[in-house]
């Protein structure tokens, strides 16, 4: 039998039988009893027991927004959306090998320097590896306290003894909780060890870095429970071949989302760009065909980048259809919109297209840019190498205006561009020097820049 409680409905002191006036604030009359919070079973409900009353606000109530840190490094502050927030928990993912740990012993080293007490907790590599990669790096110098740590029971402990502003956890996938009974890395301990730290961080005001593995899927490896626990996701993408590592931020409580970082991978570690476009464009040579330049934007930065593409007769009875940096599915979609609209077929024709510096590209403004790529490879002749495409297609063959075409326009004319194709309808403003041809639809996009086909 569940035992009777009372409380008092002024000071909300418990007591265990009824009285008329209340001991702990003298108000009488006010002493109630307590109504079970849930029912069920003793064991899985709430049952009677009181918590404390929380302090409720209305919307209007204004509060300063957070302090940043900001690190030194423009595109790591750029996507964290303006420096690191005090309190915050942040999950990092990427592929094995493509600069995860590099970057984030960098950004230690810099917060660091500019006055957070920060603690890098390694649970992959032994402290002497830590200290090998900081001299290569050439940070040795910078006053980070190093630790080669797994069971989480430790970490935390050093972390409420030593009080730091910020603690990176090496990785999330390597902590182990002595209360989950199931081996490192499990979907369990994984759960267990991303709660416990992110409750950490918002109690003792610590903000908390943690790596996270990649699986072949692409997604960060165990629950993806564990991405809704934290503030923010920063996934690292690119390729080993490449030199560019793109850090982007698919979620972000504190700042835009899908805002990325360029970096570029040196003997010295991971810099900045602060020009992607020039960047990406600057392996571009003669104008051939098949390439077109594409204006995209990237969270809220404007990005051009060239898309390359290969249409060649198919030997077998399928012609094969190739993406890297691109959706597959939207691709068909724009094969399929330019043969039953346009009368284009690509029928035997093998398929290849590649957004070039090994970037990936979601946005449907890139639409009209990869038709653009393919109908120059299908009629070999190149694009004005001075001309960037954008714009959205739909399955009618309208083409749709794209969001921040001003934008848009403004960094193809800083990078020297002359011309541009897009839809119309979008706002240009006044680009000066810079010459503009608006297709009404597909079909006349086509005739316009390609002849009758």
């Given at each position: 039998m569940a035992k009777t409680t009372f409380s008092c409905s002024a000071c909300g002191a418990s007591h265990s039988r009824w009285s008329g006036r209340c001991d702990a604030c003298g108000e009488w009359n006010t002493i109630t009893q307590d109504v079970p919070l849930s029912?069920?079973?003793?064991?899985?409900?709430?049952?009677?027991?009181?918590?404390?009353?929380?302090?409720?606000?209305?919307?209007?109530?204004?509060?300063?927004?957070p302090p940043r840190t900001l690190c030194g490094v423009e595109e790591l502050d750029r996507v964290l959306g303006g420096g690191l927030v005090p309190a915050s928990a942040l999950l990092v993912g990427g592929d094995p090998g493509i600069g995860k740990?590099?970057?984030?012993?960098?950004?230690?080293?810099?917060?660091?320097?500019?006055?957070?007490?920060?603690?890098?907790?390694?649970?992959?590599?032994?402290?002497?590896?830590?200290?090998?990669?900081?001299?290569?790096?050439?940070?040795?110098?910078?006053?980070v306290q190093l630790a080669a740590e797994t069971n989480l029971r430790n970490i935390l402990t050093t972390l409420e003894a030593e009080k730091p502003g910020l603690a990176i956890i090496d990785s999330i996938q390597t902590m182990w909780a002595d209360n989950v009974d199931s081996a490192p890395g499990s979907v369990s301990q994984v759960r267990a060890a991303a709660h416990e730290l992110t409750t950490f961080a918002k109690r003792h005001g610590v903000s908390i870095i943690m790596v996270g593995h990649v699986t072949k899927e692409g997604q960060i490896a165990g629950p993806r429970v564990v991405e809704h626990m934290v503030d923010t996701v920063l996934y690292f993408e690119g390729e080993r071949g490449h030199q560019f590592r793109i850090l982007r931020a698919v979620k972000?409580?504190?700042?835009?989302?899908?805002?990325?970082?360029?970096?570029e991978m040196t003997?010295?570690?991971?810099?900045?760009?602060?020009?992607?476009?020039?960047?990406?464009?600057?392996?571009?040579?003669?104008?051939?065909?098949?390439?077109?330049?594409?204006?995209?934007?990237?969270?809220?930065?404007?990005?051009?980048?060239?898309?390359?593409?290969?249409?060649?007769?198919?030997?077998?009875?399928?012609?094969?259809?190739?993406?890297?940096?691109?959706?597959?599915?939207?691709?068909?979609?724009?094969?399929?919109?330019?043969?039953?609209?346009?009368?284009?077929?690509?029928?035997?024709?093998?398929?290849?297209?590649?957004?070039?510096?090994?970037?990936?590209?979601?946005?449907?403004?890139?639409?009209?840019?990869?038709?653009?790529?393919?109908l120059s490879a299908r009629e070999d002749t190149a694009l004005p190498a001075d001309t960037v495409v954008f714009g959205e297609i739909s399955l009618s063959g309208a083409l749709r205006p794209a969001p921040q075409t001003e934008n848009r326009l403004k960094e193809a004319q800083k990078l020297g561009f002359k011309s541009a194709i897009a839809p119309a309808g979008g706002k240009t403003g006044t680009v000066a020097g810079l010459t503009l041809t608006r297709p009404s639809d597909l079909v006349g996009f086509v005739g316009e820049t390609f002849g009758a086909g």
């Open positions: 029912a069920g079973p003793a064991k899985k409900s709430l049952g009677g027991k009181r918590g404390q009353s929380i302090t409720l606000t209305d919307l209007s109530t204004e509060e300063t927004p740990s590099t970057l984030l012993l960098q950004a230690a080293a810099r917060f660091s320097r500019a006055g957070v007490k920060t603690i890098y907790v390694s649970g992959e590599e032994a402290s002497a590896q830590v200290r090998m990669r900081a001299r290569r790096l050439g940070l040795e110098d910078a006053p972000n409580r504190f700042g835009p989302a899908d805002e990325i970082g360029v970096f003997g010295k570690g991971l810099a900045q760009v602060t020009n992607p476009s020039a960047l990406f464009l600057s392996e571009r040579g003669a104008p051939s065909p098949g390439s077109a330049v594409f204006a995209g934007i990237e969270g809220t930065r404007p990005v051009l980048v060239e898309l390359q593409a290969l249409v060649a007769p198919s030997p077998h009875s399928q012609p094969r259809r190739t993406v890297v940096g691109w959706d597959s599915g939207r691709l068909a979609m724009i094969l399929a919109v330019l043969e039953a609209r346009c009368g284009v077929p690509f029928a035997g024709l093998d398929v290849y297209l590649n957004v070039a510096g090994g970037l990936k590209v979601s946005e449907p403004a890139a639409d009209l840019a990869v038709a653009a790529a393919l």
